[in-house]
């Protein structure tokens, strides 16, 4: 509703302005390809490093010092703080950096952002652009209309560097020609009065326009043609830097908590900055006079680069020595919102500013799905009467399944209900939020989001499917009859077993540790499969079971082993803690835990050894015990071997 709003209103204001002089057409016109020119810069540099400084951002944020200069590089290669900072709340929104890392990033964009101020007030104002811009939008069209990527991203980083210079030329020529018909310095306030009244028409032109750099440009070209006093101009540039903010307000609307919060801790930072420059605006300039001086620079638009310039370093340093506690502000100022509404669970990580890369939406939807799979988990052991800390194992790394089955009381409530509450809403979020996405990217990313899709409904199946082995647990483990009543406690077991190693995948850093619990758990599945293992045949011919009991033990086994075999697969991606190829620098979940097809190969080839080595000592063994237990250790690693090597 804001967007539409403020929409209808620029529409307003320009059909009046056209209508009043033919010069605020033009200049209008510059400002549009100008803008034009930031859109297509944006889309360059994330076409040509194909989601690098997304990656960079997510892997280098550890210290704050090290986001600042993040936040430096960022804007001085984009020319943008709100893009940069809008990136910051997309990772943010997918929970990817912490919340002082993405405030961090956005302080640093400020200083970055000087850089394009310095360049306009250098050869912008001097020369005319246009004799470079038509050639480079030239050869913009041709390496845009190639197939490769990188060409295709070179192609948007000229065209959009082509158009800037356009529109800085097509403002110059309008305020040219516009002082021939108007004399703006005819409206100057003097005095304080005058600062504010500016401050606020630089807020109020920065909002409108959504780029402060565009904002300045129009400052150094009404200064040049002296239309507007230098005092006034340095307001105007304090007032552009404080609207600048109203893009990070639009980006976290749709943003999580920490999205909005970052939002927020932009504006008091800039505010805050422009409320001591303008109480101290003469002392300033004195300042920055004195600079100018020492540099031999008369010029009034380097005066105001370097004004620029003091105005964002000590808008940083002031936050600097009281980073923690204003961190710790924000966080108290906008607390987490409650995650279950009106008793039903919601998405955690899924909103608009994720939205904004692929990337960032990919990793919100697999933290989502790893959200939902702790759901599904609730709900199972729910119903079997557990949580899931009956499942810790002992300092020896064992889980006690005696002492877990002597809790396990079946659920008598409704399981439709916990169904309702923690699964049925949250997934239907999942699956709009995917495919919405997925019609906003490109083809490579849809096995990804296919993928994320398919382990979901695994999941809500899974669920469906415990519901219907409910009925049976009730009734066989109150039974009088031992023998099926011990198969469908060993039914809990071996789903105990799954949850109990999947929640170990959470723990387990190395990629040969992670795949022998994935492989052992097959192989345990596999190996206790009493319908492929001829357990329910010797029940039945030895008469311990009746045929109705067999029947009913069929249906629940393969119901046990499709819960299993479909967690399993879920464990793939909720713990997959490689999302990124190394090679390649994107995303794929598609293979095991994000594990190079390559690397898969390595591990491979240490089971190979490890059965080698286990063969060895079976060979030299002679405890019996203890060559049984070497059998079933080098049976489980043939069996992974088997089911990893590339055939």
């Not at 780029?211 to 340095?234: C, D, K």
């Not at 422009?274 to 031999?296: E, P």
């Not at 209900?417 to 809403?425: A, N, P, R, V």
């Not at 296919?450 to 695994?458: D, V």
Request: hydrophobic share 45%.
């Amino acid at each position: 509703m804001i967007k539409k709003l403020f929409g209808i209103s620029i529409v307003l204001i320009l059909l009046w302005g056209f209508g009043q002089s033919e010069n605020f057409s033009k200049i209008s016109a510059g400002i549009a390809i100008f803008l034009f020119g930031m859109i297509f810069l944006g889309q360059g540099f994330k076409e040509f490093t194909g989601g690098g400084f997304e990656k960079i951002l997510k892997n280098f944020t550890d210290k704050t010092w090290k986001s600042i200069t993040l936040g430096i590089f960022g804007a001085t290669i984009m020319q943008s703080s709100s893009l940069v900072t809008i990136i910051a709340i997309s990772f943010l929104s997918a929970d990817l950096i912490p919340l002082a890392q993405g405030i961090a990033i956005s302080l640093g964009s400020n200083i970055g952002t000087t850089t394009g101020a310095w360049l306009v007030a250098a050869f912008g104002m001097k020369i005319s652009l246009s004799t470079y811009a038509y050639p480079i939008l030239v050869f913009g069209f041709i390496f845009y209309i190639q197939k490769s990527k990188n060409l295709k991203g070179i192609g948007y980083i000229l065209a959009g560097i082509g158009f800037v210079f356009l529109g800085v030329d097509n403002i110059k020529d309008g305020f040219e020609t516009f002082r021939q018909s108007v004399n703006l310095m005819d409206y100057t306030v003097d005095g304080f009065k005058g600062i504010l009244v500016f401050v606020l028409i630089g807020t109020i032109a920065t909002i409108v326009l959504q780029s402060s750099l565009a904002t300045i440009i129009l400052v150094l070209a009404a200064l040049g043609f002296n239309q507007v006093t230098y005092e006034n101009a340095i307001a105007l540039v304090i007032g552009a830097n404080i609207g600048t903010t109203f893009t990070g307000i639009l980006g976290s609307l749709n943003s999580n908590t920490n999205g909005k919060r970052l939002a927020v801790a932009d504006v008091i930072s800039k505010t805050l900055t422009g409320t001591i420059f303008t109480v101290f605006i003469y002392q300033v300039i004195s300042l920055v006079d004195l600079i100018a001086s020492g540099l031999n620079l008369t010029d009034p638009s380097m005066k105001i680069a370097i004004f620029h310039t003091i105005y964002n370093i000590v808008g940083v340093s002031i936050l600097l020595p009281f980073y923690g506690k204003f961190v710790n502000f924000i966080e108290n100022l906008l607390p987490e919102t409650e995650v279950i509404q009106k008793g039903f669970v919601r998405n955690l990580y899924l909103n608009g500013a994720a939205e904004e890369l692929p990337n960032t939406a990919i990793i919100s939807l697999v933290k989502e799905t790893r959200h939902m799979y702790s759901n599904s988990i609730d709900i199972l052991l729910k119903i079997l009467g557990l949580e899931l800390t009956d499942l810790d194992p002992d300092k020896d790394g064992i889980v006690d399944y005696k002492s877990v089955k002597s809790k396990i009381k079946i659920y008598e409530g409704d399981s439709d209900q916990l169904y309702g509450e923690k699964i049925k809403i949250l997934f239907g979020e999942i699956m709009d939020f995917s495919t919405r996405v997925q019609a906003k990217n490109p083809e490579k990313y849809f096995e990804e989001f296919s993928t994320i899709r398919r382990a979901n409904i695994n999941i809500v199946e899974a669920v469906k499917i415990i519901k219907h082995l409910k009925r049976n647990l009730e009734r066989f483990l109150h039974s009088s009859n031992p023998a099926i009543k011990l198969q469908y406690e060993k039914i809990i077991e071996d789903l105990l077993f799954v949850i109990a190693n999947i929640e170990r995948l959470d723990v387990t850093e190395g990629d040969y540790e992670r795949i022998e619990i994935l492989g052992s758990m097959q192989k345990f599945i596999s190996d206790n499969d009493i319908i492929n293992n001829g357990k329910i045949d010797e029940l039945i011919r030895n008469k311990l079971i009746t045929n109705e009991m067999a029947t009913s033990l069929i249906k629940d086994t393969n119901y046990k082993n499709d819960i299993c075999k479909k967690l399993i697969l879920v464990s793939e991606i909720v713990y997959n803690r490689e999302i990124y190829n190394e090679t390649e620098g994107k995303i794929n979940i598609s293979n095991v835990f994000g594990i190079s097809s390559k690397k898969v190969e390595k591990l491979v080839d240490k089971f190979k050894k490890k059965k080698s080595n286990l063969k060895s000592k079976l060979k030299n063994e002679k405890d019996k015990a203890k060559r049984i237990a070497l059998e079933k250790e080098i049976d489980k690693v043939e069996f992974i071997i088997e089911k990893y090597q590339d055939d």
